[in-house]
Nanobody, 115 residues
Framework: QVQLVESGGDLVQAGGSLRLSCAAS????????MGWYRQAPGKQRDMVAT???????NYADSAKGRFTISRDSGKNTVYLQMNSLKPEDTAVYYC?????????WGQGTQVTVSS
């Protein structure tokens, strides 16, 4: 079993910053990709940013220039630095990893951006 524990979600004013963290533990064999998705009320879950085992990153257009994804492979942890937050960034943010070909998801952390 693999467990993902997210942290860092909070209520923040527009223009502010947050840093999300997600630590993976358990039967970790080989983590390929790690990433962050988000889901706003009444909307589908969308990709925010992903990072591969060699550090190749991919961002949603809405995240480019404002968010930065990074990983600490030694700690099996992925981060999402979010700057210049907007009310439309309000959502539950989910961490995901691909471990030995299987996808795992965290429980989500709430990010609320007030205008």
């Amino acid at each position: 079993q693999v467990q993902l524990v997210e942290s860092g979600g909070d209520l923040v004013q527009a223009g502010g910053s947050l840093r999300l963290s997600c630590a993976a533990s358990g039967s970790i064999f080989r983590i390929n990709a790690m990433g962050w998705y988000r889901q706003a009320p009444g909307k589908q879950r969308d990709m925010v940013a992903t990072i591969t085992s060699i550090g190749r990153t991919n961002y949603a257009d809405s995240a480019k220039g404002r968010f930065t994804i990074s990983r600490d492979s030694g700690k099996n942890t992925v981060y999402l630095q979010m700057n210049s937050l907007k009310p439309e960034d309000t959502a539950v943010y989910y961490c995901t990893i691909t471990n030995w070909g299987t996808d795992y998801w965290g429980q989500g952390t709430q990010v609320t951006v007030s205008s």
